[in-house]
């Protein structure tokens, strides 16, 4: 069975640091999302991505973040400079279709720790 | 945004006991699922349930969109049902998932 694919599944990183988190969406999907889950708490969207833009974010996701879908497989996920929290587990999630009317499929996910 | 509500927010099972989960949203949403997150953190799909009812083995939900509800039945209940339940839904035209904060479960032998 098709299935998104996340790397690292865990990343320790110091605070200031650049982290990148790398999915593989499932093969034939054409939307993309991250969303993240600070430990204990709700899951929130940060980012939807389709047609190589971004077509919604959330306002978490600011000037730190970034994404990018750097060839016809990986999409990533960039926080330029760490904080404290940032420490999450991050989720990348792709669907066939839009994300009013398609089904979402979520990785396993990337767990961040920031020092 | 919507806001999406769950409960119980806790809830302790004896083994082979059933339940309902309940998910209320505060605006029509075009689109429903529910997710199992396991004790690793694993978001795993259970339905995609914009409306109507759905039946996989032991477990079922029933959407009723005019209300704004959706309701997960688990039957039978087994100790790897154990983990946090999660609904979600969209907005139409919107492409993003609305959380609730999760249902516990914790089901004892």
């Known amino acids: 069975e098709p299935e998104v694919t996340q790397t690292p599944s865990h990343q320790v990183t110091q605070m200031g640091q650049e982290v990148i988190l790398r999915c593989v969406p499932i093969?034939?999907?054409?939307?993309f999302y991250w969303y993240r889950q600070i430990l204990g708490q709700k899951v929130e969207f940060l980012v939807s991505?389709?047609?190589?833009?971004?077509?919604?974010k959330s306002e978490i996701f600011d000037d730190q973040f970034s994404v990018e879908r750097p060839d016809g497989s990986n999409f990533t996920l960039k926080i330029r400079s760490t904080k404290l929290e940032d420490s999450a587990m991050y989720f990348c999630?792709?669907?066939?279709?839009?994300?009013?009317?398609?089904?979402?499929?979520f990785g396993e996910g990337s767990r961040l720790t920031v020092l | 945004g919507i806001q999406v509500e769950q409960s119980p927010p806790d809830l302790i099972l004896q083994e082979g006991a059933n339940s309902t989960l309940r998910c209320n949203f505060s605006?029509?949403?075009?689109?429903l699922q529910w997710f199992h997150q396991n004790p690793w953190g694993q978001l795993i799909n259970l339905f995609y349930?914009?409306?109507g009812t759905k039946q996989n083995g032991r477990l079922s939900a029933t959407t009723v969109a005019t209300e704004r509800y959706s309701l997960l039945y688990i039957s039978s209940s087994q100790t790897t049902d154990s983990g946090v339940y999660f609904c979600?839904?969209?907005?139409?035209?919107?492409?993003?998932?609305?959380f609730g904060s999760g249902t516990k479960l914790n089901v004892k032998p």
């Open positions: 349930i914009p409306s």
């Open positions: 979600a839904g969209t907005l139409y035209n919107f492409n993003k998932f609305y």
């Open positions: 605006d029509s949403v075009n689109n």
């Open positions: 991505f389709y047609n190589n833009e971004i077509s919604e």
């Open positions: 093969s034939n999907h054409l939307y």
């Open positions: 999630a792709s669907s066939e279709a839009t994300g009013f009317t398609g089904e979402l499929f």
